[in-house]
Structures are given as C-alpha cells and as structure tokens.
C-alpha cells in the first residue's frame, strides 16, 4: 500500500465518521452518501465501498444508512 492510498483511506473512513457524527449529533433518521472517494477523489469505486462499510460496521447510529452507487454513462 502506498502513502498515498493510505492518506486516501483514512480520509475516506473521516468522512464517514465525521457525517455519521452530524447525523447522530442532529438525530437525522436517515443519511445517504456516494462512494466516498470515487469520484474526484480517484479511487477505486470497489474499494473505496468496502473501507465506507467497515467503518460504518465501526460506528453506532440509528439512522437508516444507504450508499448510492453512481455508474459512468457507456458511450
């Protein structure tokens, strides 16, 4: 694993804690997020779903969580 890669996940898994934070902070009943870190962010879309949910298995709220995964439009 590279630097790099190791920076981008720990900013991936901030994000995750950090929103999940708000919603829990503000009692959202729901939150849905994109692939964090696959868009501008270059980083596989694959990976950067597994590290999203096992920080989620990490963290504690009630709200209803979804991910919504975006697919590239086929020329």
Same mark, same amino acid.
């Given at each position: 694993? %590279? !630097?790099?890669?190791?920076?981008? *996940?720990?900013?991936? #898994?901030? %994000?995750?804690?950090?929103? !999940?934070?708000?919603?829990? *902070?503000?009692? @959202?009943?729901?939150? =849905?997020?994109?692939?964090? +870190? =696959? +868009?501008?962010? %270059? @980083?596989?879309?694959?990976? =950067?779903?597994? !590290?999203?949910?096992?920080?989620?298995?990490?963290?504690?709220?009630?709200?209803?969580?979804?991910?919504?995964?975006?697919?590239?439009? #086929? #020329?």
């Amino acid at each position: 694993m %590279s !630097i790099d890669s190791s920076l981008d *996940e720990k900013s991936i #898994r901030g %994000s995750v804690k950090n929103a !999940i934070r708000l919603v829990n *902070e503000n009692n @959202f009943t729901s939150v =849905a997020f994109p692939v964090v +870190g =696959a +868009g501008s962010g %270059s @980083f596989r879309q694959s990976r =950067a779903l597994e !590290i999203m949910l096992d920080e989620l298995d990490r963290i504690h709220t009630d709200a209803k969580v979804t991910i919504v995964e975006f697919q590239k439009k #086929r #020329r």
